[in-house]
């Protein structure tokens, strides 16, 4: 599925993305705000799902080569976690809605999960 139909769906905000962004193939759909949980189950052409707005979140999307992270349930995220994904390349995008929403929607158009899909 493509960056922008998700982005469209979930009316997300565009806080970092190269000027591709739209074309960008997302694959599998992650949700955690615990970024242990992504170290151990993350993949490549992932969208992360998170509540945490840290930092943290950007830089473990970078480690499991995830394309983008949307951070959900927040009013608002730091500028260091826009400039950590500025520096790193990594979209990042932010919707003021629940995590179940953000999954549900996503399920329903049949992105992956990364944990129980066995083709990469």
């Known amino acids: 599925m493509k960056l922008k139909k998700i982005c469209e769906l979930l009316d997300c ?3 970092n993305a190269p000027k591709n962004y739209e074309e960008l193939e997302i694959k599998y759909a992650g ?4 970024m242990s949980d992504v170290l151990a ?3 490549p052409k992932m969208l992360l799902i998170t509540g945490l707005n840290s930092p943290q979140a950007v830089r473990t999307a970078s480690v499991i080569g995830a394309t983008a992270v949307l ?3 927040k009013e608002s ?3 260091s976690t826009v400039e950590l994904a500025k520096d790193l390349g990594i979209v990042l995008l932010h919707a003021n ?3 179940f929403k953000a999954c549900g929607e996503l399920y329903k158009l049949g992105l992956k ?3 129980t899909s066995e083709d990469t």
Not at 31 to 34: G, I, K, V, Y
């Open 113 to 115: 999960d990364p944990i």
């Open 71 to 73: 951070i959900v349930r």
């Open 97 to 99: 809605i629940p995590m």
């Open 13 to 15: 905000k565009i806080l």
């Open 31 to 34: 949700a955690a705000d615990l």
């Open 41 to 43: 189950f993350g993949k």
């Open 77 to 79: 995220i730091p500028e």
